[in-house]
């Protein structure tokens, strides 16, 4: 059994950081991908930012240059880190984790945090 556990999500004001961690628990043989989406209700799920287990990252545009994931291998976390946040981020955050169990791999999603950027 594997869970995702996520948290940082709240309220901020323009401008303003959050930090976002997810933490993947149960029997685990090892994580790959990790990733961060978010969505509005009614819309489709995007994606915020990925890392591969060797560090290469992805973000999208409207992130770049505010946003920075990152992840301790040894603690089965990723975390965003969101800067500048503007009110338009806000949102529900999902991490996605790609999973070796013993014999094939799979993905999970955390239950999702809420992130509210509002003066």
């Known amino acids: 059994q594997v869970q995702l556990v996520e948290s940082g999500g709240g309220l901020v004001q323009p401008g303003g950081s959050l930090r976002l961690s997810c933490t993947a628990s149960?029997?685990?043989?090892?994580?790959?991908?990790m990733g961060w989406y978010r969505q509005v209700p009614g819309e489709e799920r995007e994606l915020v930012a990925e890392?591969?287990?060797?560090?290469?990252?992805y973000y999208v545009d409207s992130v770049k240059g505010r946003f920075t994931i990152s992840r301790d291998n040894a603690k089965n976390t990723v975390y965003l880190q969101m800067n500048s946040l503007k009110p338009e981020d806000t949102d529900v955050y999902y991490c996605?984790?790609?999973?070796?169990?013993?014999?094939?791999?799979?993905?999970?999603w955390g239950k999702g945090t809420l992130v509210t950027v509002s003066s």
């Open positions: 996605n984790v790609n999973i070796k169990l013993r014999t094939y791999e799979m993905d999970y």
């Open positions: 149960g029997t685990i043989f090892g994580i790959n991908g």
């Open positions: 890392i591969t287990r060797g560090g290469s990252t």
